[in-house]
């Protein structure tokens, strides 16, 4: 953008100069104009492709917080299940009593992705 109003400048002295009827300055306008629309054409692009591009970041995004979420949750079911499994209500009275917990614990019916 910066070189094409580098030109728009260059132009607007040369029609002070040498006046809007000159060839010299019919064919650099004809030549900004298409740098123009080569740079509308293609920042129109860019922006498309950026828009792509946020959807598809997002699409991803919502995934991973979907696994995120999916693998929080099992492990908080692992936890849960090995509190369950090492401090049932009877292990919490026997303790008291000064008996010991099992020295195995059940495995754990857990798969992490």
């Not at 728009?8 to 006046?19: C, N, V, Y």
């Not at 300055?25 to 030549?31: D, G, M, N």
């Amino acid at each position: 953008m910066f070189v094409l109003q580098q030109y728009q400048i260059g132009l607007q002295a040369m029609e002070g100069r040498l006046g809007s009827e000159n060839p010299k300055y019919k064919a650099l306008a004809t030549q900004i104009e298409a740098m123009r629309k080569a740079y509308q054409k293609n920042l129109v692009a860019a922006r498309q492709q950026y828009v792509l591009d946020v959807a598809e970041a997002r699409r991803e995004a919502a995934s991973a917080k979907s696994s995120l979420d999916e693998a929080t949750a099992q492990v908080a079911a692992a936890r849960r299940e090995l509190i369950d499994h090492r401090w049932p209500l009877s292990d919490r009275w026997s303790r008291r009593k000064g008996r010991e917990l099992p020295r195995k614990l059940p495995s754990l019916s857990i798969c992490l992705r």
